[in-house]
């Protein structure tokens, strides 16, 4: 579709737009960048005041850590043929090896391969090239960055990081999962029923989220710390105590986020038109058939988008996981506030920022996958207020 | 593929194997510790680990969790990781087991300044001491003429001439964003008492006002955001050589020469925290970390929870961890660090007031002392303020009538 | 619908929502009406203290919670009707200050301290937050299709970053010597100290907010900006109406709705701002009402906390939400009612 003529702006409106835009973007990406650019260097250079210092990591130079021009060709050349394979070959990989009905597994299977891949690419492949070249080529194979990976391998090795990360694997799947199951159900429920009951049902959703949750949240602690104490008079001595349990949390964070699911949800379904269902009623199904059979095979866009609503949540959340999960179920983010109060060392403070990066790394991931559905979702009506 | 995995296994084994190698005995009974998670529980309860069977939580809200855990009946916790203040809820409560017995046991190898006694039974195993103490670059005090401060009038001239001199971007450094226990520590050195009879408070008084005006003072020389400053950015500003003097915390001082941070090593030195007056004691308040035994488990379970903990204080634990704290455990040979604490110690500092009616009176200074610092109320005001906070939160918990 | 189906709808979610967020609020109010105490008794002990050369012992009068056979703590409660909110709102030392005229002092006590910043920052960010996530919208969408993508990839990114490490990125860049302050300095040629005064943190923490929000207001407008009824607009056009005038008669009615979502959203969460004061370590100069609420909640070191004070507390920031949210409430009211056709 091209825009009619009348309707495009002028150059100078054109150049004061795109140049707010690119000022936007640098407002956006910078601090995000800059912390990347941080956790590559030691703390000397992390934490320097002078932003050269931090850029090119004189210190970390010193320590021998660094890239030369040649390791920087290499790295660049290796990132531009993985970006190429994952926007092109990928996807027709996928689509080419896995049959049709399962093609969301192919996809989960490519995404896995192609990450290991690039991982033992980067961190396995390419250095040992560059040991072997860098002394042959002289001052090229000087180091001109300075560039170190200390503080990754000692989040992600030293201090198994990977176990914080598979804990907030399992809390947010848990959480989109039943969010979506329960909150579909509701908001659909919600959309098709134009009582008064209805409507403060929403509004009393409203108000459960304005809650301070640090209320909420403090309140919790103490029932599930005691609730094997509590409950033991109903289920024995099978009572568990919920505190430290990642299903509990997952539970408290769904009910958190219940009340956005069910606005966002409701409005979603209130732009599917009724006759769609009403006809199917019409055909003798039930309000659960019809839902099943004419509203499920359309709702997904939305869907979508409320899903990672609830998938920011239970992956950013930091109040009620740190307060409610014990050392063993720790999720990542409030793992990493272990490296930086004020009992720790500025060594500890660039492992955070390492750390930080990791945590965010899976969710430039999410959102490159599913932008498009996010903007769609939004489009197709899920926020119609 | 599958070579890989076998060789992880391996070394999981290995690992494992060199684990258990630390520990005389090998622990049966599935204990649980909950501890702060500072440098020093770090060592403490890795060398607890090397037993078996033991699981460690360290955490940023051990306050929160740990007496609500200790609460539970069984307790969630065996082993619990407290400091002089955090005890008080805790023996208050009755939730923490007596040791007499325990140590006859298995505790011959503890010294007597270790224990912590309350109505003569023994509570808690102390494993370290911290205090605040002075901190001073050496170096720049003998270039600029200056003796090592012992007041704060001589901590004022000195920052004095070191600002004239103009060698580091501000004299005086204080991890300040914990203002209440410098104003405790301050006004204590002024001889200061908290409390009259009753549990009535009793700040509001010349001491009071000096104490807030000597803080005034010292922060002309400190850097401007010393109300968001914790140690970690002290420790910093030491370490990139930014700033000359502080009364700093004793656990801090290994940090200051550590090659891989700090661009000052070997030139930080420690002496006895400055006192407010000539002849007066140190402004400087000392604090023990240690050890209690839940009190809601079973007798096996505390002695099995007992023998780790020993395990865990023991000499190999203190020799390899010499720098990272004033440890009070068998072995210990004094480095640098512990000459501060222990100068600051003879010049009279005495252990903080910790107590319920300290904890509110804490609180009631830190959400007011800000607004004499930044210049919003004069003393009287703040101290009356302090004074009112404290009965508002008094009468509510059942301390005052 | 029939209600037993409707029920069997909103069920599950019901279920959920009673038992982790109402009845926990139940609990509130009731507390906030009630006092909880230990019985106490005052008793003289002796304490050793260990130390690092020697012991210390002291004797000293404690008070302390008295234990029943169980070894449980002795408590009572009693009804003490407003007395926690009176607390909360310093309410005899406001009439007193009122009586002697000065009003300013007012401010200078924590709730109306917090309340103060709390509305200030909810009012200043809102129309910001909308201004700017609009002309980020207008702009993507004015842009050529090949940028759109990356752009809205890169827009995204403060929005979905985890909040504690977002907070942290910008305190990193101003902290002490940190980069954005260096340049600042370097910039205006004076001394700078972001984190030294209430006013530049409180700057910091909008910024902040804002930052953070932006992405979503934009993603939501630019969605709504796919569906701008074309027709509309080129009449508009036929009808000699300029650039800003089609923005304000066409446009912007035509994302009213969604407006009126945004503000929603935006006045509960910047309402309940929280997050930006422990980010920012902010509370020796400003605090919210979130952060009071949380402050009289966390018990101190020696074990303490303000129960019914914070129960009191965060009833008035529930008040205050409420009373915010009227406006916006009562047109999806009509909207609700119309949807019933």
């Given at each position: 579709m091209s825009t009619p003529k009348a309707l495009r702006p002028s150059p100078a409106l054109r150049l004061a737009s795109n140049g707010f835009l690119a000022f936007w973007c640098l407002l956006a990406a910078f601090p995000l960048c800059w912390i990347a650019v941080m956790s590559f260097k030691v703390p000397v250079d992390a934490f320097a005041s002078n932003p050269f210092s931090v850029l090119f990591g004189p210190e970390t130079r010193a320590a021998g850590k660094g890239l030369s021009i040649c390791d920087l060709l290499l790295?660049?050349?290796?990132?531009?043929?993985?970006?190429?394979?994952?926007?092109?070959?990928?996807?027709?990989?996928?689509?080419?090896?896995?049959?049709?009905?399962?093609?969301?597994?192919?996809?989960?299977?490519?995404v896995l391969v192609f990450g290991l891949a690039v991982v033992v690419v980067f961190y396995g492949i390419l250095p040992a090239l560059s040991r072997v070249i860098n002394p042959w080529l002289g001052p090229l194979g000087k180091p001109l960055i300075g560039l170190t990976l200390e503080h990754y391998r000692a989040v992600w090795v030293e201090n198994a990081f990977y176990r914080n990360f598979l804990n907030s694997l399992l809390v947010t799947t848990g959480v989109v999962t039943i969010s979506l199951t329960v909150g579909t159900l509701a908001g659909y429920g919600l959309a098709r029923s134009g009582s008064t009951l209805?409507?403060?049902?929403?509004?009393?959703?409203?108000?459960?989220?304005?809650?301070?949750?640090?209320?909420?949240?403090?309140?919790?602690?103490?029932?599930?710390?005691?609730?094997?104490?509590?409950?033991?008079?109903?289920?024995?001595?099978?009572?568990?105590?919920?505190y430290g349990k990642p299903w509990a949390v997952i539970f408290v964070l769904v009910s958190i986020n219940q009340p956005f699911t069910l606005w966002m949800l409701r409005s979603f379904f209130q732009n599917i038109p009724r006759e769609l269902d009403e006809a199917a009623r019409v055909d003798g199904c039930?309000?659960?058939?019809?839902?099943?059979?004419?509203?499920?095979?359309?709702?997904?866009?939305?869907?979508?988008?409320?899903?990672?609503?609830?998938?920011?949540?239970?992956?950013n959340d930091y109040l009620t996981t740190s307060l409610l999960l014990d050392a063993q179920n720790m999720t990542m983010v409030p793992a990493i506030t272990s490296y930086f109060n004020a009992e720790t060392t500025m060594t500890d403070q660039v492992e955070a920022v390492a750390a930080a990066v990791s945590i965010t790394a899976p969710l430039f991931l999410l959102v490159m996958v599913f932008q498009r559905q996010i903007v769609g979702g939004l489009t197709a009506g899920a926020v119609k207020g | 593929m599958r070579a890989t995995y076998?060789?992880?296994?391996?070394?999981?084994?290995?690992?494992?194997?060199?684990?258990?190698?630390?520990?005389?005995?090998e622990n049966t009974v599935s204990l649980k510790t909950s501890t702060a998670a500072f440098q020093a529980w770090k060592a403490v309860t890795g060398a607890m680990a090397e037993c078996g069977n033991v699981e460690s939580e360290l955490s940023q809200e051990v306050h929160v969790k740990q007496a609500a855990g200790f609460a539970t009946n069984p307790s969630l916790y065996h082993i619990g990781g407290v400091m002089t203040s955090s005890i008080v809820p805790l023996v208050n409560k009755g939730l923490v087991r007596p040791l007499d017995d325990l140590i006859a046991k298995y505790g011959q190898q503890l010294k007597p300044n270790q224990l912590m006694k309350f109505e003569g039974r023994t509570l808690a195993i102390a494993m370290m001491v911290n205090a605040q103490h002075l901190m001073y670059r050496e170096d720049i005090l003998n270039e600029l003429g200056i003796a090592v401060p012992t007041t704060y009038t001589e901590v004022l001239t000195a920052a004095e001439k070191i600002k004239k001199a103009g060698v580091v971007d501000y004299p005086l450094g204080g991890s300040w964003k914990t203002t209440w226990l410098e104003f405790v520590n301050m006004y204590l050195g002024y001889g200061g008492g908290f409390f009259k009879e009753g549990n009535l408070p009793a700040v509001n008084n010349a001491k009071g006002v000096a104490a807030l005006e000597m803080?005034?003072?010292?922060?002309?020389?400190?850097?401007?955001?010393?109300?968001?400053?914790?140690?970690?950015?002290?420790?910093?500003?030491?370490?990139?050589?930014?700033?000359?003097?502080?009364?700093?915390?004793?656990?801090?001082?290994?940090?200051?020469?550590?090659?891989?941070?700090?661009?000052?090593v070997g030139k930080v030195k420690m002496a006895a925290a400055p006192a407010p007056e000539k002849g007066g004691i140190p402004a400087s308040t000392l604090w023990w970390d240690g050890i209690v035994i839940a009190k809601n488990i079973s007798e096996a379970e505390a002695e099995a929870a007992f023998r780790v903990a020993m395990e865990g204080l023991d000499k190999e634990m203190v020799q390899a961890n010499r720098d990272l704290a004033v440890w009070l455990i068998e072995g210990y040979e004094p480095g640098p660090a512990a000459k501060g604490a222990a100068e600051t110690a003879a010049a009279g500092a005495r252990p903080y007031p910790a107590s319920t009616k300290m904890g509110l009176m804490q609180t009631a200074i830190a959400n007011n002392i800000a607004d004499f610092l930044t210049g919003r109320q004069p003393a009287k005001e703040t101290l009356a303020n302090i004074?009112?906070?404290?009965?508002?939160?008094?009468?509510?918990?059942?301390?005052?009538? | 619908m029939k209600l037993k189906t409707f029920a069997a709808f909103v069920g599950p979610s019901l279920f959920l929502m009673c038992l982790f967020i109402a009845a926990p609020l139940v609990n509130v109010i009731w507390q906030s009406f009630h006092i909880t105490q230990p019985i106490m008794e005052t008793v003289a002990v002796e304490t050793v203290t260990p130390g690092f050369l020697t012991s210390t012992v002291t004797v000293?009068?404690?008070?302390?919670?008295?234990?029943?056979?169980?070894?449980?703590?002795?408590?009572?409660?009693r009804f003490v009707g407003l007395q926690s909110y009176r607390n909360v709102m310093a309410s005899e030392k406001v009439a007193a200050l009122l009586e002697g005229g000065a009003w300013g002092e007012i401010l200078k006590i924590d709730f109306y301290k917090a309340l103060r910043f709390t509305l200030t920052f909810t009012l200043i960010t809102w129309p910001l937050v909308i201004a700017f996530g609009l002309a980020v919208a207008l702009a993507v969408n004015a842009a050529v299709k090949a940028i759109r993508g990356p752009v809205i990839f890169v827009s995204l990114l403060p929005f979905i970053i985890t909040p504690v490490i977002g907070a942290l990125s910008i305190r990193w860049l101003f902290v002490g010597d940190g980069i954005m302050t260096a340049f600042l300095e370097w910039w205006l040629e004076r001394d700078i100290a972001m984190f030294a005064q209430g006013w530049t943190i409180e700057v910091l923490m909008l910024f902040y907010r804002i930052w953070h929000v932006v992405p979503f207001v934009f993603v939501v407008f630019y969605a709504g900006l796919q569906t701008v009824n074309m027709d509309t607009l080129e009449s508009a056009i036929i009808d000699g109406a300029s650039r800003w005038e089609r923005l304000r008669y066409v446009v912007v009615p035509h994302l009213m709705p969604l407006i009126v979502f945004i503000s929603l959203i935006h006045l509960m969460d910047s309402y309940r701002v929280f997050d930006e004061i422990v980010g920012f370590t902010s509370q020796?100069?400003?605090?919210?009402?979130?952060?009071?609420?949380?402050?009289?909640?966390?018990?101190?070191?020696?074990?303490?906390?303000?129960?019914s004070r914070a129960a009191a507390s965060s009833m008035l920031t529930m008040i205050g939400i409420v009373i915010l949210l009227i406006a916006p409430m009562r047109r999806t009211w009509a909207q609700h009612k119309g949807g019933q056709l």
């Open positions: 790295g660049l050349g290796a990132l531009w043929a993985a970006f190429r394979l994952a926007t092109q070959r990928l996807p027709s990989a996928v689509v080419w090896y896995s049959p049709p009905r399962y093609r969301w597994l192919g996809w989960i299977i490519g209805a409507f403060w049902l929403l509004v009393v959703a409203l108000i459960f989220r304005a809650l301070p949750h640090s209320v909420l949240v403090t309140g919790y602690l103490p029932v599930f710390i005691k609730s094997a104490e509590i409950l033991r008079p109903i289920f024995g001595d099978a009572a568990p105590t919920l039930t309000h659960f058939q019809a839902f099943r059979r004419v509203i499920m095979p359309v709702m997904w866009p939305g869907v979508i988008t409320a899903g990672l609503f609830s998938f920011l949540v239970g992956y | 076998f060789l992880l296994a391996a070394a999981i084994c290995f690992m494992a194997a060199v684990a258990q190698a630390g520990c005389t005995y803080m005034r003072k010292l922060t002309a020389y400190m850097d401007p955001e010393y109300l968001v400053a914790d140690s970690t950015y002290v420790q910093q500003q030491f370490q990139q050589g930014k700033i000359a003097m502080a009364n700093f915390w004793a656990s801090r001082a290994g940090a200051m020469d550590d090659p891989k941070e700090s661009q000052v004074e009112a906070s404290y009965l508002t939160a008094a009468k509510e918990s059942g301390i005052v009538k | 000293e009068k404690v008070t302390r919670p008295v234990l029943d056979e169980k070894g449980q703590v002795k408590t009572e409660t020796g100069h400003v605090i919210s009402l979130q952060w009071l609420t949380y402050d009289f909640l966390t018990p101190d070191d020696s074990g303490n906390r303000a129960i």
